[in-house]
T-cell receptor, first 110, second 114 residues
């Protein structure tokens, strides 16, 4: 079964508001990856986090990997309509399986 | 992404018929994957390949088979399609296996089994 849980399932924000999606695993992960899928599109790789407590930024996006390497978050500052889509996390387990979260669908009202 | 293409993009087929989906890459990556995407389930791994003629099962492999006779091509076959196999199928490639590097996904095949 799915070992990586992602919340919330849906998030609707007003343009300019911040957005955060969370990813939680029951087991320690070797790394975690984040993907974005635009409506009708395919997942696109955003970033990979490997180290405990790691924080990476891409413009308005901030990615964190928890100290215990069991959770991660993606935070978007001041959302724009171009941020619309579904954000997936994918965790690499100890036996080298990649487990995708169910995704958080973000909609942005102009 | 230009380095990976899937065909067909859309297909409607009848229950009980065989269906083959094709994934073609020009990146010379060793690892290739087939996923299905369904609402509420995210992406689930069907089968993957770690080299020519080297394949293994994923978490939802029942009813599917794969073949990889060349580095660039990875085929997914539904031997006898069922309505539960209606889904969007994505092929992905990676340089490293086991999630050590990011995946590049194809544009997907929307399969409807009626």
């Amino acid at each position: 079964g799915q070992q990586v849980m992602q919340i919330p399932q849906y998030q609707h924000v007003q343009e300019g508001e911040d957005f955060t999606t969370y990813c939680n695993s029951s087991t320690t992960l070797s790394n975690i990856q984040w993907y974005k899928q635009r409506p009708g599109g395919h997942p696109v790789f955003l970033i990979q986090l490997v180290k405990s407590g790691e924080v990476k930024k891409q413009k308005r996006l901030t990615f964190q990997f928890g100290e215990a390497k069991k959770n991660s978050s993606l935070h978007i500052t001041a959302t724009q309509t171009t941020d619309v889509g579904t954000y997936f996390c994918a965790g690499r387990t100890k036996n080298n399986d990649m487990r995708f979260g169910a995704g958080t669908r973000l909609t942005v009202k102009p | 992404d230009a380095g990976i293409t899937q065909s067909p993009r859309h297909k409607v087929t009848e229950t009980g018929t065989p269906v083959t989906l094709r994934c073609h890459q020009t990146e010379n990556h060793r690892y290739m994957y087939w996923y299905r995407q369904d609402p509420g389930h995210g992406l689930r791994l069907i089968h993957y390949s770690y080299g020519v003629k080297d394949t293994d099962k994923g978490e939802v492999s029942d009813g599917y088979s794969v073949s990889r006779s060349k580095t660039e091509d990875f085929l997914l076959t539904l031997e006898s399609a069922t309505s539960s196999q209606t889904s969007v199928y994505f092929c992905a490639i990676s340089e490293s296996g086991g999630g050590a590097s990011g995946y590049t996904f194809g544009s997907g095949t929307r399969l409807t089994v009626v």
